[in-house]
């Protein structure tokens, strides 16, 4: 299994940007799937998350402003983030977790600064 992450950069203060995450390979049974970030001399959180059954979850700093989705077909999860923070600067990691194993994307960096 492989992912790939797209769509880090710069944008400004309140700006918007997309991430995409695509995953290869044989993925078996897939629990859930997701989006985290590490800002530097921090720990790697969790900001959302999808489930096989499409039920969402998100971190309290992004409820309202970002947004999980997926597309089955093209085998890719998406993070749209609206009202971007500079707080939200971090390396953003996709994941895919499945019974018995957890894979990682390599890790997008995303910077909000004006």
């Known amino acids: 299994v492989q992912l790939q992450a797209f769509g880090g950069g710069l944008a400004q203060p309140g700006g918007s940007l997309t991430l995409s995450c695509a995953v290869s390979g044989s993925t078996g049974s897939i629990i859930s799937m997701g989006w985290y970030r590490q800002a530097p001399g921090k720990q790697r959180d969790s900001v959302a998350t999808?489930?096989?059954?499409?039920?969402?979850n998100y971190a309290n700093s992004v409820k309202g402003r970002f947004t999980i989705s997926r597309d089955n077909a093209k085998r890719t999860i998406y993070l749209q983030m609206n009202s971007l923070k500079p707080e939200d600067t971090a390396v953003y990691y996709c994941?895919?977790?499945?019974?018995?194993?957890?894979?990682w994307g390599q890790g997008t960096q995303v910077t909000v600064s004006s």
């Open positions: 999808i489930t096989n059954s499409g039920n969402t």
């Open positions: 994941n895919l977790w499945r019974v018995g194993s957890s894979y």
